[in-house]
Each structure stands twice: as C-alpha cells, then as structure tokens.
C-alpha cells in the first residue's frame, strides 16, 4: 500500500525550505537532491545530466563522501563542468546525516556556490544538484537543503528493492530505476519492478533508465525541464 510520506516520514520536514530570493533579489537556485545505494548510479546521473543540461542552463554540483572527494573528482574528470562550479563535502558521517539531520555543511556550499555565481557579470545559477554519499533504502533529504529529491536504484541491486520501499524509494519526487540494459544478466524482472514501484509510490513518477544509450538520461532530464518550469513560474 502506499503511504502518506507526510506522516509516515517526518524527517522530511525538519527544516522550512528557503526563500526562493536570495538576499538582494535574485531568485534562488532550484535545489534537487540525488540520493540511493552506493552503485546505484548516482553520479554518472549526475554526469549524464550535467552533459545534457549544462548548455542551456547553469549548473553547479554539491557532491557528498565520507573521506574522500571521489564523487567530485569523477565529474572533473569527465569535465561535466567547470572545476569551480563542483564542490565536495567529506561527510565524516553517515552519508544521511549530511543531506537530512545536521545540512550545514551541504548549505554552506549550496550558498557560497549561489553567491560565487550571482556576481555581476556572471549571473545566476538556474539549478544546483547535490548528490548524496552511497546510502541505504533509507536516505532523504531535509527540505532545508533540496527542493525536490530523485532516488536512484539499479536493476544489480535486485527486482526486489521497489517491494522492499523505505522511505527513499516512496518519498522521493522521482524514483529512478538505473541500468535496465543489464536485466537480462542478472535476472532482474523490470515488469514486476515497474508494478512494485507503483504499488510503494502510488502516483509519484517512476522513470527507467539505461546511461549506456544514446539518450538514456532523457526520462530524468525531462522530469528535471518540467521542475525547472513550475520553479520559474513561481508559487501557484
């Protein structure tokens, strides 16, 4: 059955969201988190949108580690974007902790990125994406630090992980379900995946994707243009 996330889940609502203008009126960035298991795809869906977007809007990404600054390092060398429109976090935490109970850290990079990016001249950024460390079925992002969140799962994990829910794979605004090209290796039945994932999310969008294709991220860039457009219009 699905459940209401905004009783179920709480945690989601810790924090208010912040004001669409920036100080001294420029409108804010749309924030869209990208949480899910570790090599679930996370960052080349970072990647794949960056690529696609990056010559019509501009864009500036917060990746998340424990340690490391490996997520960060993969985008620069792929030269998805310039090195000073990407910043790492190291976490020192559970990955959760930095996109949904303590955010500061996450913020802080959100905003010196808006604020680096709103000078005069270089004008501001349209979107931020800010991908969280490899967590388990459990992570979400307060709503102090993203506008929206997409979950990212693969079909390796299991055709099981939709049945199994938690609150990323019902909550999210998206649920994306990566690396459909390798089903027929691993046995995964995308069918059943496609009707457990309804039956956990109920009318909230489900996508499939394949990074291997020509335009696989186009189901996840399409989700992102109609974000980008009810943010633009501002509130009903």
Not at 12 to 40: E, F, K, N, Q, W
Request: proline share 6%.
């Amino acid at each position: 059955m699905h459940r209401d996330h905004d009783e179920t889940f709480p945690e989601r609502h810790t924090y208010s969201a912040a004001d669409r203008v920036r100080p001294g009126g420029h409108p804010r960035a749309l924030r869209i988190g990208l949480g899910g298991p570790v090599g679930s795809g996370k960052t080349a869906t970072v990647a794949a949108l960056c690529r696609a977007l990056r010559d019509e809007l501009s864009i500036a990404v917060v990746t998340n580690d424990i340690y490391t600054r490996e997520d960060a390092a993969f985008l620069l060398r792929e030269a998805v974007l310039p090195a000073e429109r990407i910043s790492a976090v190291e976490t020192g935490a559970c990955p959760h902790t930095a996109i949904r109970d303590d955010i500061s850290a996450n913020l802080e990079a959100v905003e010196d990125l808006e604020a680096a990016f709103s000078c005069e001249g270089t004008g501001p950024l349209d979107l931020v994406l800010v991908e969280s460390g490899g967590d388990n079925l459990t992570a979400t992002f307060s709503k102090g630090l993203v506008d929206f969140q997409i979950f990212v799962i693969d079909v390796a994990g299991g055709d099981d992980i939709p049945r199994k829910g938690g609150p990323g794979v019902t909550t999210a605004d998206l649920l994306v379900i990566n690396k459909t090209d390798l089903a027929p290796y691993v046995g995964s039945d995308l069918e059943a995946m496609a009707r457990d994932a309804k039956t956990q999310r109920g009318e909230l969008p489900v996508v499939f994707t394949s990074l291997t294709t020509g335009d696989g991220i186009k189901p996840v860039t399409d989700w992102v243009r109609a974000r980008l457009t009810d943010w633009s219009a501002g509130p009903a």
